[in-house]
């Protein structure tokens, strides 16, 4: 399997209603970074972590560690989830070679995501 590569949607002075995707187990989700992008996690179960690969190194042979970000457990009834907006993600940290940013879910049931652009 290979990382999805997803596209961010903009948000509008109007409005936007994303669309979210279900994230890729093992290797991932990734998406072209400008700095000015969202993620927002629908969670409708247990407590789940994003990891964002963080590929920089400093002092030439030291990698800079993973950003490990806890999305809460579900906190409504049954049938509702708990949205958790990460991000902006800065593009001298988070971005691969390529210009990309890519994570990782712990988990790929009962979460869905959408990348949402800043518009400014």
């Known amino acids: 399997m290979t990382t999805s590569i997803l596209e961010a949607q903009t948000a509008l002075v109007t409005g936007l209603a994303p669309t979210y995707n279900v994230p890729i ?4 989700d990734s998406w072209a970074n400008n700095g000015k992008i969202l ?3 629908r969670n409708a179960g247990a407590e789940l972590t ?3 690969d963080t ?5 030439t042979d030291l990698a800079v560690g993973q950003r490990a970000i806890t999305v809460p457990a579900l ?3 049954a049938g509702t989830e708990t949205v958790y907006v990460i991000g902006p993600f800065k593009t001298d940290v988070y971005n691969q070679t390529s210009g990309r940013t890519k994570v990782v879910f712990s988990r790929v049931t009962d979460v869905t995501f959408a990348l949402v652009k800043l518009a400014v």
């Open 25 to 28: 187990a093992t290797d991932g």
């Open 39 to 41: 993620m927002l996690v």
């Open 50 to 52: 994003v990891t964002a």
């Open 55 to 59: 590929p920089g190194v400093v002092d």
């Open 75 to 77: 906190s409504g009834a």
